[in-house]
């Protein structure tokens, strides 16, 4: 009689262990996820590459999101994928590294060569609307 009722029952038990496996992988984030881009550019003053500074993509409350480097040539690349989505950006002096702990050494931060209002993400002006894929973005500053 045991033979017969796992048979009967045995196609729902395997589909709740199959849902649960599921749903156990999609909460460990093993599961789909949200479209993403890859997101690389240049940063110009003028006409000229502007080196040194950071890339900031900030959501609507101005959170920040993500953060890239930009090289001496104006050139940058996230080191990760972007979610989709419209960012406003800011582009920001890279900062000193302070001296050794307990040198007393300060370094004298850079003076910008750009307006300040690019480093506030609501003044800024800068818009990215990162797609699925790869975006490239050329910021010109003034």
Known sequence: MKAITWAVHQPAILLAW?????????????????ASGEVSGKVLLGAEPLGDVNVVLCRSDGAAVAKASVRAGGAYTFDRPVPV????????????????????QVREPPKPRFAGKYGDWKRSGLKADVKPGRNDFTFKLE
């Open 18 to 34: 199959s849902l649960a496996v599921v749903l156990t992988l999609g909460a460990w984030g093993c599961g789909p996820r949200g």
């Open 85 to 104: 989505g419209d960012y406003a950006v800011t582009i920001e002096a890279n900062l000193p590294e302070p001296g050794p702990p307990g040198s007393g």
